[in-house]
């Protein structure tokens, strides 16, 4: 007969892992975090159990999946781990459970997430996960001098996303690429689906004449944002920025003389220009910085019409002298159009008074580049040339009188916004830039790159991490483009994805020429960290963390490159020869 062990009751096995295992008080683990703790954190509670919020830079692995999934999690066994759940009990004994996997190094957190956070310190807590999708916590009216009430309004800051089997919050650092609405902003869009919706200009009822009352106040708005005069200047909506730029080459096209572009211009910033006449390029250095001496002699050699620059750089961030640039371009009987996209949620633009030499003649900007939804954006420029160009797409809308053989087309901004306009998209768009000039955009800039220079300082610091674009920072805007000695670009960034969610993009950014200046023959490309309005210092650490296990080799997928998308598997590390396909740009 075999003896069997004595039976045990779950509070005796919970207080033999607690003798047995280390068990950190929250104010001893925050101090270890403090002092630079390099180590696992999990949250071992069930999925429905995270509503309340978690420890942050926690990993979700609930208790059932822990000894299957931990070993992709880290596979480093000398690498620290502390657990922790609600009150500290599973914490015990999945502690247990990894010193018997021999992790070396497992400490539990006493008393949970309750003891955590009646001790005071910071909870992170989110407002949407990947099976409940638009699920969004009722967070109060967001308080706009209030840095956490603003990134509480955000639900992308609060989202969770799976990770084989675990979940992690997301860290979204890829605001260059696009921006998420606020709930605040995403309520007034949808509060005008629902009770406000009506088509504009076309009917006298009472809900046509509100919805036009309310569009017609975008105008104002959007011309505000960037100091304009509706006197002079109008604004016209657009769907984005590349439709924006175009619209821009449209009135142009018909005069005389050629257009300059820059070296670090978007696509959609030089190629419209490219098929309506000659365009002419001003060079970069190989920082990435205009070369305004270049700029001069283009001007001065040539009948140039337009001056087309970016007002911050899609691969760098940096910042040209816009007044800089208009007073040249003034000086030599050219205007200067500005594609803000980059720019406008980052920076205070002015285009100024006409009689300044220093004023911007053309702003093209995108609502979901400032954290409004797709499909909304605008052009701000002279009225006077916009009106001396045909519409730029003719149709509904556009015109005064048809005839069977002439037509009479209106003033602008109706002249070029032909068929219904995206009028939802048009007043979220105008309600976040209400919302940025509260918040106020000095302290949106001293926010951000505050957070920059915490990015860059961590980063720096790591040996194989090459950091590109001009080290004057007060001369860029939050954008990060870096690369790791030794991992693709693309391998870097799904890693950082699928491992860290890390929200990042890689590739050449739609600023090809750019990037081949920039990074030189030997990267196709690179990966872009973009630092928002919600962000905060803990995502930065947590970038700053991630980078350096990858360029330490310390990551635990398989990834492969099939059909120029890349695949993840996450039960097992063999990345070391991973496929090499078609590019994503």
């Given at each position: 007969?075999?003896?069997?062990?004595?039976?045990?009751?779950?509070?005796?096995?919970?207080?033999?892992?607690?003798?047995?295992?280390?068990?950190?008080?929250?104010?001893?683990?925050?101090?270890?975090?403090?002092?630079?703790?390099?180590?696992?954190?999990?949250?071992?509670?069930?999925?429905?159990?995270?509503?309340?919020?978690?420890?942050?830079?926690?990993?979700?692995?609930?208790?059932?999946?822990?000894?299957?999934?931990?070993?992709?999690?880290?596979?480093?066994?000398?690498?620290?781990?502390?657990?922790?759940?609600?009150?500290?009990?599973?914490?015990?004994?999945?502690?247990?459970?990894?010193?018997?996997?021999?992790?070396?190094?497992?400490?539990?957190?006493?008393?949970?997430?309750?003891?955590?956070?009646?001790?005071?310190?910071?909870?992170?807590?989110?407002?949407?996960?990947?099976?409940?999708?638009?699920?969004?916590?009722?967070?109060?009216?967001?308080?706009?001098?209030?840095?956490?009430?603003?990134?509480?309004?955000?639900?992308?800051?609060?989202?969770?996303?799976?990770?084989?089997?675990?979940?992690?919050?997301?860290?979204?650092?890829?605001?260059?690429?696009?921006?998420?609405?606020?709930?605040?902003?995403?309520?007034?869009?949808?509060?005008?689906?629902?009770?406000?919706?009506?088509?504009?200009?076309?009917?006298?009822?009472?809900?046509?004449?509100?919805?036009?009352?309310?569009?017609?106040?975008?105008?104002?708005?959007?011309?505000?944002?960037?100091?304009?005069?509706?006197?002079?200047?109008?604004?016209?909506?657009?769907?984005?920025?590349?439709?924006?730029?175009?619209?821009?080459?449209?009135?142009?096209?018909?005069?005389?003389?050629?257009?300059?572009?820059?070296?670090?211009?978007?696509?959609?910033?030089?190629?419209?220009?490219?098929?309506?006449?000659?365009?002419?390029?001003?060079?970069?250095?190989?920082?990435?910085?205009?070369?305004?001496?270049?700029?001069?002699?283009?001007?001065?050699?040539?009948?140039?019409?337009?001056?087309?620059?970016?007002?911050?750089?899609?691969?760098?961030?940096?910042?040209?002298?816009?007044?800089?640039?208009?007073?040249?371009?003034?000086?030599?009987?050219?205007?200067?159009?500005?594609?803000?996209?980059?720019?406008?949620?980052?920076?205070?633009?002015?285009?100024?008074?006409?009689?300044?030499?220093?004023?911007?003649?053309?702003?093209?900007?995108?609502?979901?580049?400032?954290?409004?939804?797709?499909?909304?954006?605008?052009?701000?420029?002279?009225?006077?040339?916009?009106?001396?160009?045909?519409?730029?797409?003719?149709?509904?809308?556009?015109?005064?009188?048809?005839?069977?053989?002439?037509?009479?087309?209106?003033?602008?901004?109706?002249?070029?916004?032909?068929?219904?306009?995206?009028?939802?998209?048009?007043?979220?768009?105008?309600?976040?830039?209400?919302?940025?000039?509260?918040?106020?955009?000095?302290?949106?800039?001293?926010?951000?790159?505050?957070?920059?220079?915490?990015?860059?300082?961590?980063?720096?610091?790591?040996?194989?991490?090459?950091?590109?674009?001009?080290?004057?920072?007060?001369?860029?805007?939050?954008?990060?483009?870096?690369?790791?000695?030794?991992?693709?670009?693309?391998?870097?960034?799904?890693?950082?994805?699928?491992e860290g969610a890390i929200a990042v993009r890689n590739g050449r950014f739609c600023a090809h020429p750019h990037a081949r200046r920039i990074l030189g023959p030997e990267r196709p490309g690179a990966v872009r960290a973009s630092i928002g309005l919600f962000n905060d210092e803990r995502e930065m650490d947590r970038l700053v963390e991630m980078v350096g296990r990858i360029a330490k080799g310390r990551w635990s997928g398989n990834y492969e490159v099939r059909e120029g998308q890349m695949s993840a598997q996450l039960g097992g590390r063999c990345a070391d020869k991973w496929m090499q396909g078609t590019r994503a740009e």
């Amino acid at each position: 007969m075999t003896d069997h062990p004595a039976a045990k009751s779950y509070d005796e096995l919970v207080a033999e892992a607690r003798a047995e295992i280390e068990e950190l008080s929250p104010d001893a683990f925050a101090d270890r975090r403090a002092s630079g703790w390099d180590g696992v954190l999990l949250d071992v509670r069930e999925r429905e159990e995270l509503a309340a919020g978690t420890i942050p830079n926690s990993i979700h692995l609930p208790r059932g999946l822990l000894e299957r999934e931990v070993q992709f999690i880290c596979p480093d066994r000398d690498r620290p781990i502390c657990v922790h759940c609600e009150a500290g009990n599973r914490a015990a004994l999945a502690a247990i459970a990894l010193r018997r996997m021999g992790y070396r190094h497992v400490a539990s957190l006493a008393g949970g997430i309750d003891a955590w956070s009646g001790a005071g310190h910071p909870v992170e807590r989110f407002a949407a996960t990947r099976d409940r999708p638009g699920v969004a916590r009722d967070v109060g009216p967001l308080d706009p001098a209030d840095w956490e009430s603003i990134r509480a309004d955000f639900p992308i800051a609060g989202c969770r996303v799976d990770q084989g089997g675990t979940s992690r919050t997301l860290a979204y650092l890829d605001h260059a690429a696009t921006t998420h609405p606020p709930a605040t902003i995403l309520r007034i869009h949808t509060e005008f689906l629902e009770n406000e919706y009506a088509n504009v200009h076309r009917a006298g009822y009472a809900l046509a004449r509100s919805a036009t009352l309310r569009f017609e106040r975008c105008y104002e708005i959007c011309a505000e944002f960037v100091g304009g005069n509706l006197d002079r200047d109008c604004v016209v909506f657009t769907p984005n920025t590349t439709a924006g730029c175009d619209l821009v080459a449209h009135v142009m096209a018909e005069r005389e003389g050629a257009v300059v572009v820059t070296g670090m211009e978007h696509h959609s910033n030089d190629l419209p220009h490219r098929r309506r006449g000659e365009v002419l390029r001003a060079e970069i250095d190989a920082m990435g910085r205009l070369d305004y001496d270049h700029v001069e002699s283009l001007l001065t050699s040539t009948r140039v019409k337009l001056l087309a620059v970016t007002g911050a750089a899609n691969l760098t961030g940096w910042t040209p002298d816009l007044d800089r640039l208009a007073r040249m371009a003034h000086a030599h009987g050219a205007l200067i159009c500005v594609d803000a996209a980059q720019l406008l949620a980052h920076k205070r633009l002015d285009v100024r008074p006409s009689e300044d030499e220093g004023h911007i003649d053309f702003v093209v900007a995108a609502g979901h580049k400032m954290y409004a939804p797709f499909g909304a954006g605008f052009v701000y420029g002279p009225r006077a040339v916009l009106d001396a160009a045909p519409p730029w797409i003719p149709g509904g809308g556009t015109a005064s009188d048809v005839g069977d053989e002439d037509v009479v087309f209106m003033p602008s901004p109706d002249r070029h916004q032909g068929g219904t306009p995206n009028v939802a998209g048009i007043v979220a768009l105008a309600a976040m830039a209400e919302l940025l000039m509260r918040i106020g955009m000095d302290r949106v800039r001293e926010h951000e790159m505050a957070l920059l220079r915490r990015a860059i300082d961590g980063l720096s610091a790591i040996e194989g991490v090459t950091l590109y674009g001009p080290p004057e920072l007060e001369n860029r805007v939050a954008i990060l483009p870096f690369n790791i000695e030794g991992v693709e670009d693309m391998l870097a960034a799904a890693i950082l994805g699928e491992e860290g969610a890390i929200a990042v993009r890689n590739g050449r950014f739609c600023a090809h020429p750019h990037a081949r200046r920039i990074l030189g023959p030997e990267r196709p490309g690179a990966v872009r960290a973009s630092i928002g309005l919600f962000n905060d210092e803990r995502e930065m650490d947590r970038l700053v963390e991630m980078v350096g296990r990858i360029a330490k080799g310390r990551w635990s997928g398989n990834y492969e490159v099939r059909e120029g998308q890349m695949s993840a598997q996450l039960g097992g590390r063999c990345a070391d020869k991973w496929m090499q396909g078609t590019r994503a740009e």
